[in-house]
Structure formats: structure tokens, C-alpha cells
């Protein structure tokens, strides 16, 4: 598994475009930082920093409309947003 994994991060991750949302990045400070086994905060920093300076993750603005429709399709099918 490891040497799947290893051969997944080295060769077939560098090529992908990762979408994620502005809140989602705060979320992975807040849990590196402050929930479970809390790393240092600089240690959080400098991984939300990599991230936001990672040209293959495209950081998406949450809107109003965005949340509107999540919340729509959240009531409709059950899944949490």
C-alpha cells in the first residue's frame, strides 16, 4: 500500500487540479491547530501557506449563491453539507 501510495503522490498528484474552497482551507488550519493530536500552530501555518501558494490547487471563493444551493441540495437528499 505504501508503495501505491508513494507512486500515486510522485507521479499521478502533480499532474491533477485540485478544487477547494476558501473555507475548506480555514477548516484544515483549524483542525491541524486547534482539534485531535494539534500540531504547532506554525506548523499549521506553513501547510495552509503551501497550500495557498500551490498553483495545482485552485482555491474557490464561497458564495451566497453557493451556500443557498447547498443547503437546497442538503434538504433534498439527506446529506449533510
Excluded at 25 to 52: C, D, N, Q, T, W
Excluded at 53 to 59: P, V
Aim: without cysteine; charged residues 25%.
Amino acid at each position: 500500500m505504501h508503495e501505491k501510495a508513494r507512486d500515486f503522490f510522485m507521479n499521478v498528484f502533480p499532474k491533477l487540479k485540485v478544487y477547494m474552497s476558501m473555507h475548506q482551507l480555514v477548516e484544515i488550519y483549524h483542525v491541524l491547530a486547534f482539534r485531535g493530536a494539534k500540531v504547532p500552530r506554525s506548523y499549521a501555518k506553513s501547510i495552509v501557506k503551501a497550500i495557498m501558494e500551490d498553483g495545482n490547487i485552485i482555491k474557490v471563493a464561497v458564495t451566497l449563491d453557493h451556500i443557498e444551493e447547498a443547503v437546497r441540495e442538503s434538504v433534498e437528499s439527506g446529506i449533510h453539507v
